[in-house]
């Protein structure tokens, strides 16, 4: 699969899970980076290994606060879904 391919599926998922209230649907206040920790990442599901960087977000979701782990890129797509979402809800404001 082509990272276009793979961009455009993940963004959908993204879109998906904010739209579900599966995922956060604000670019988080807290965040952190490491090597990973074997967690499935909360976007594409996949383990993510030790040697692979993952970001630990921490939001709240549903009335209680929440850890979600991504990979790089998962997260990226889903910050970029974030932004997208506050736009419309915005644009639907005016």
Known sequence: MSLTQLETRL????RERIEKGKLPSAVPSRMWGGRG???PCALCDTIIKREETELEVE???GGKVETFHF???C???WQLE???DYH???KLKT
């Open 59 to 61: 939001e709240r979701l």
């Open 88 to 90: 419309l809800k915005q």
């Open 82 to 84: 974030c932004v997208r």
């Open 11 to 14: 963004r959908l998922v993204a």
């Open 71 to 73: 990979h790089i890129l």
């Open 75 to 77: 997260q990226s797509l």
């Open 37 to 39: 920790g074997g967690k």
